[in-house]
Nanobody, 130 residues
Framework: VQLVESGGGLVQNGGSLRLSCAASGFTFEDYNIGWFRQTPGKQREGVAC????????YYVESVKGRFTISRDNAENTVSLYLNNLKPEDSATYYC????????????????????????WGEGTLVTVFS
């Protein structure tokens, strides 16, 4: 099983990035996907999540209206579009997969501080400079 994130980099305040998460080794279309981020010395936090079909998504308040999550089940990939980036968005971004049934619990999960996801990627670093 692999989840491989890519697309991170150095970007100016107000800029944009597209992060990708490529999955292999499991039945991707059965899994809901979440994006999380973490900075050194701070707790990991949820960012967004998308249902296994791609028909529903949730975002935490701090990124709502700026980030967009999407998925392509034919390509086994999930994307996270980061727009209007701010320095406080700087972090290592991780994608993760789980089969927990989709519902409002997923919004509660990414808005909380405990993430019991089955598979995790290694992360991609985003640095936003002002």
């Amino acid at each position: 099983v692999q989840l491989v994130e890519s697309g991170g980099g150095l970007v100016q305040n107000g800029g944009s990035l597209r992060l990708s998460c490529a999955a292999s080794g499991f039945t991707f279309e059965d899994y809901n996907i979440g994006w999380f981020r973490q900075t050194p010395g701070k707790q990991r936090e949820g960012v967004a999540c998308i249902s296994n079909t791609g028909g529903s998504a949730y975002y935490v308040e701090s990124v709502k209206g700026r980030f967009t999550i999407s998925r392509d089940n034919a390509e086994n990939t999930v994307s996270l579009y980061l727009n209007n980036l701010k320095p406080e968005d700087s972090a290592t971004y991780y994608c993760a997969a789980d089969k927990e049934p989709w519902g409002v619990d997923w919004l509660e999960m990414i808005s909380g501080d405990y993430y019991d996801m089955e598979y995790w990627g290694e992360g991609t670093l985003v640095t936003v400079f002002s």
